[in-house]
Each structure stands twice: as C-alpha cells, then as structure tokens.
C-alpha cells in the first residue's frame, strides 16, 4: 500500500513556528516516526512539502492511479483553498485531514476547514500524534476497499 502525505504552507518551519501552539517536533522528525511506523505495517509513504497552492494541486493531482491514499495538512490553504478541495475531490481517493492543533479551539477563520468537505475523515488537535492516527485511519479504510474490490472481481469471475 502507497499512501501520499502532503504538507502545506509553513509546516516545513514546525519545531520553530509558534511552539505554544505547535510543539517542539520539526516536520521532518514526524516524517521519521511516520516512516517507522509505516515500515511496520508494510505501507509506503511519499513525503511532500509545499509553500504553494499550485504546487499542491500538481501533487495531489500526480496521486491518481500511483498511490491507494491522500494523508494532507493542507495548513493555511484548509481555510481557503477552493483549488485544493476541487483537485482532492477529483483523484477520488481515500484523504484523510489532519490538523496539529484543534482548528474549532482557535480563531473563527480558522474554524472552516474547505478541504475537509473533499475528505474521508479529519483528525484535529492532537499534536503530532494526530499524523499516526490519520495513517491508521486511511490503512483501514484502504485495506477495506481493496477487499471489497477482489470480493467484486470474485463474484464476477464466478458469474460469467
Ligand atoms: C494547521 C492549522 C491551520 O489553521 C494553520 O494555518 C496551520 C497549521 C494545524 O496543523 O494545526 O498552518 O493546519
């Protein structure tokens, strides 16, 4: 199993970006962790970062038909990206949103979340961690489509 973890605005600058807020983890030591625990469980994952809306679109677009899944902190862009909910709702993959901080707890604008309608799931304010739990999350989800999928081909198979 492939699953795609796209990182957006400024999460390249976690580990120094408003600590109080964000922790102490840099995003390359959550990456590490990610990468652990998807060795664990035979799943590969693609690490992408990116300060631009576009660059993101590109991404997310490159993911049909290469990996089973979208894992995104699409960041800032979660508030206001139309094109990122558009281009996640056009790969028709399994996406699971994850947030670092609770986004309900925080400003009002921060309180929306766009892409989070093009997504199977959101997990939010669960520091870091909340990145495991997306992963778990879109393993199940994936595993279960990929059963429904051969028990499918099964009965046709069978039928013809
Ligand atoms: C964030 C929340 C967003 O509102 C903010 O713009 C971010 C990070 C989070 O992970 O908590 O950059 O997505």
């Known amino acids: 199993m ?21 922790g102490p983890m840099t995003m390359d030591q ?35 038909g290469t990996v089973d899944a979208i ?3 699409p960041a800032a862009y979660s508030h206001t990206s139309i094109a990122i909910t558009d281009a996640l709702n056009a790969v028709g993959l399994p996406v699971v949103e994850v947030h670092i901080s609770n986004i309900y707890k925080r400003e009002e604008f921060r309180q929306k979340s766009l892409t989070a309608t093009a997504s199977t799931g959101v997990v939010t304010g669960f520091g870091p961690f909340g990145y495991h739990m997306g992963l778990i999350a879109l393993t199940q989800i ?19």
């Open 30 to 64: 959550i990456h590490d962790q990610m990468k652990a625990s998807g060795e664990q469980s035979g799943t590969e994952l693609e690490f992408f970062q990116s300060n631009l809306e576009g660059e993101i679109v590109d991404r997310i677009q490159e993911c049909m």
């Open 2 to 22: 492939k699953i795609a973890v796209i990182q957006g605005p400024n999460l390249n600058m976690l580990g120094a970006r408003e600590q109080h807020i964000y």
């Open 142 to 160: 994936v595993n279960e489509v990929q059963a429904a999928n051969a028990a499918q081909e099964e009965a046709q198979a069978q039928a013809e």
């Open 71 to 73: 894992l995104i902190n």
